[in-house]
């Protein structure tokens, strides 16, 4: 089975946000929390996941680093960039 991306998720306060997603985006996200829940056997609301697939997408956007570099904005951390 290959190495999911997502693994457990940590517990952290969170800041409620609501959206909208399009019908296939939310199939691909049940389907995703069932295969996580059959390797780890952690199941999960499939809506948990969007924090943590939103954190990995822009933690690994080298553009997006690039641009929150040179204009500084304000890290993940809270500090300066």
């Known amino acids: 089975m290959p190495k999911l991306k997502i693994g457990t998720l940590p517990d952290d306060k969170p800041v409620k946000v609501t959206t909208e997603l399009p019908a296939t985006v939310h199939r691909d996200l049940v389907a995703y929390a069932e295969v996580v829940a059959r390797e780890n056997g952690q199941r999960i609301d499939p809506a948990k996941l969007i924090a943590p697939m939103l954190a990995r997408f822009m933690a690994t956007d080298r553009g997006f680093a690039k641009a929150r570099r040179t204009a500084h ?6 500090g300066e960039g």
């Open 73 to 78: 904005y304000p890290t993940a951390g809270g």
